[in-house]
């Protein structure tokens, strides 16, 4: 897992110390999924269709 998926799961999750932030996690994601990171691909996916974070 890439640096950008890990800290957007880290957001996503609110572990590791971090505070849950969906729009920090939905700001990270789509450019570890665009590099081709399927972690980053599948939680991007499930944030679209829970309606969380903000619409990238």
């Not at 849950?20 to 990270?28: F, I, M, S, T, V």
């Not at 399927?38 to 974070?53: C, H, P, T």
Request: charged share 25%.
């Amino acid at each position: 897992m890439n640096a950008e998926a890990e800290l957007g799961f880290r957001y996503l999750t609110g572990c590791k110390g971090f505070n849950c932030d969906y729009d920090k996690a939905a700001q990270l994601f789509p450019r570890a999924a665009d590099a081709g990171n399927s972690k980053a691909q599948f939680y991007l996916a499930s944030m679209f269709k829970e309606g969380r974070g903000a619409q990238v």
